[in-house]
């Protein structure tokens, strides 16, 4: 695992083509340098990586700052239930806590998983047409790709940017996160070889079972072409087994390091010859002359593997391996670094959530209604660090920012993927089968904490992207009437952040603008709007926002 997302970058840059277009950096007025200071400077991410809060004398100053006064006309949400949203969306949104604070954190989750079953494209309707190389069959990719209309790598990054554009507009924010969990857990990257052809189908499938059983999704993926593909498994024969796909299966996908011997993946390679795909067809089959037969032994499953049951041998391990102790445990750990805390894992949580998934015959569901609802979860307010695909989509969620369909490559749904690439890392590019860190550590850099300052002032001043995106205007944002700044910065806390104002929020939000906390202010104040962007960006660029 890398340390910084600086190293990150540099492992994946040249996987980041085509660069952002136009991209303005981040100012370098007085006003957002104050404001930084006034937020704790270089402790802003990676000093702060541990705690969440500005340290050292910003801190202290920040302390001896008047508490901002409330604007109780913005409603927010329980501590628990902005911890639950957090966890469990994009970004809050104004629609998202009427919706929670109506229904109940608990009642809200259960609305969430249940609609995603019964509608699970509402999410692409919203932007259907809007890459359409992504309805295409492998075939036709291919011949596109060959003939010079559009190569591979394009599609991946409508591939990339259609993933990042559900996030910030579906409605089933529950399904759009398990769907991002299990393709890190099940990860093929996109830049693999030829990977344009397979990779978007082989997403489609993962996205179907996101919420659904672990013995059904690992069916659904290990023989896929993409994972075949990339694992090396498409050419695995009896005479030579490659023990790729063998070894990711147990070391990563199941049963987890330490759970399994050399032996025990040298038969699951031999169980996985002959499971293969027709380039230019690009379906599974299996061959049957290629299989190396022979009684297998994959940690305590018992397969005698002949000619008349190899192809069966497969199916029959990948249940028992779905089913596996260890394989509850390696999931209920991923589960536990996701949502509550990826440097110090709480054992007894996962053992709960093991116990879950083995009881629920592997379904999901039912071990994040454990998780949820346990106390470990409850006491893991702000612990996790946005990484690079969250910070973009959560700035166009809370900003309220609105995508509309895309007509060339400037276009704001066309430039998601770049936005995220800047931040240090593209979607789904992560290079290794294990998938991109989960811990805080790799994001906790002062490199990341610039490139989000950029991304954030780029949105804040709607100077980029431009071209197809509705930005809201101060006037939007602003409440109706005259108040005070010190409630305009609670205000925008509460919308943006989905908390009230902090004392060192409100010195930040004063040293940027250089409007005092008692001055009364309204959406047509000049000093306001000369300020307005500065005002915003220390909003986003406040630890309350890079930790949730």
Not at 32 to 53: D, E, N, P, S, W
Not at 95 to 123: I, K, N, S, Y
Not at 386 to 415: C, H, I, K
Not at 461 to 488: A, K, N, Y
Request: glycine share 8%; proline share 5%.
């Amino acid at each position: 695992m890398t340390s910084s997302a600086s190293s990150v970058h540099g492992a994946t840059g040249a996987q980041d083509a085509p660069a952002p277009l136009h991209l303005r950096p981040a100012p370098t007025g007085l006003g957002r340098r104050r404001a930084l200071r006034a937020l704790g400077g270089g402790t802003l991410v990676a000093g702060a990586a541990a705690t969440g809060v500005a340290t050292g004398p910003a801190a202290a100053a920040a302390s001896r700052t008047r508490r901002p006064r409330r604007w109780n006309a913005t409603p927010v949400a329980s501590r628990a239930d902005r911890h639950l949203l957090n966890r469990f969306t994009y970004g809050i949104t104004p629609d998202l806590v009427e919706e929670v604070t109506r229904l109940g954190g608990p009642a809200w989750f259960e609305a969430q998983v249940a609609a995603a079953t019964a509608d699970p494209g509402a999410a692409d309707r919203l932007v259907a047409g809007w890459w359409p190389d992504l309805s295409l069959t492998g075939v036709e990719v291919l011949a596109r790709h060959t003939a010079g209309t559009r190569s591979l790598w394009l599609l991946m990054d409508d591939y990339a940017q259609r993933a990042l554009a559900r996030r910030i507009v579906s409605p089933h924010q529950v399904l759009e996160v398990m769907t991002e969990f299990w393709e890190n857990h099940l990860h093929v990257p996109v830049a693999a070889d030829n990977m344009g052809v397979l990779r978007v189908e082989y997403g489609d499938r993962v996205r179907a079972h996101a919420l659904g059983r672990f013995e059904d999704l690992l069916h659904a993926t290990t023989t896929h072409p993409a994972m075949l593909a990339y694992l090396n498994n498409n050419s695995s024969t009896r005479w030579h087994p490659n023990e790729n796909l063998g070894r990711e299966l147990l070391e990563l996908h199941t049963v987890g390091v330490g759970n399994h011997t050399e032996d025990d993946i040298k038969d699951a390679a031999r169980v996985l010859t002959g499971w293969t795909f027709t380039w230019g067809e690009f379906e599974t089959r299996f061959r049957a002359d290629w299989h190396a037969t022979g009684a297998v032994d994959v940690c305590g499953f018992a397969h005698a593997n002949t000619d008349a049951t190899g192809k069966d041998a497969v199916g029959a391990m990948l249940t028992y391996l779905a089913h596996h102790p260890a394989t509850a445990r390696r999931i209920a750990t991923k589960l536990v670094m996701t949502f509550v805390d990826a440097e110090s894992v709480p054992e007894g949580l996962v053992d709960r959530l093991a116990q879950a998934y083995l009881e629920h015959d592997t379904a999901i569901v039912p071990v994040l209604r454990v998780l949820v609802a346990s106390p470990e979860f409850a006491r893991a307010v702000d612990r996790r660090l946005r990484d690079a695909d969250d910070d973009v989509v959560a700035t166009y969620r809370v900003l309220g920012v609105r995508l509309t369909r895309p007509r060339n490559e400037a276009s704001a749904a066309r430039q998601l993927r770049s936005q995220a690439a800047s931040l240090g890392l593209s979607p789904f590019a992560w290079p290794r089968p294990d998938g991109q860190p989960l811990g805080n550590r790799a994001w906790a850099s002062p490199t990341r904490a610039l490139a989000s300052m950029t991304v954030h002032w780029q949105m804040a001043s709607r100077t980029w992207p431009v071209v197809d995106v509705v930005h809201p205007t101060m006037t939007q944002l602003v409440p109706e009437g005259r108040l005070r700044f010190d409630q305009l910065v609670d205000h925008l806390s509460r919308r943006l952040l989905g908390r009230t104002a902090s004392r060192s929020l409100l010195k930040a939000a004063t040293a940027a603008t250089r409007i005092g906390p008692g001055v009364r202010v309204d959406s047509r104040d000049r000093r306001l709007a000369a300020g307005w962007a500065q005002l915003v960006a220390a909003v986003l660029d406040s630890p309350e926002f890079y930790y949730h």
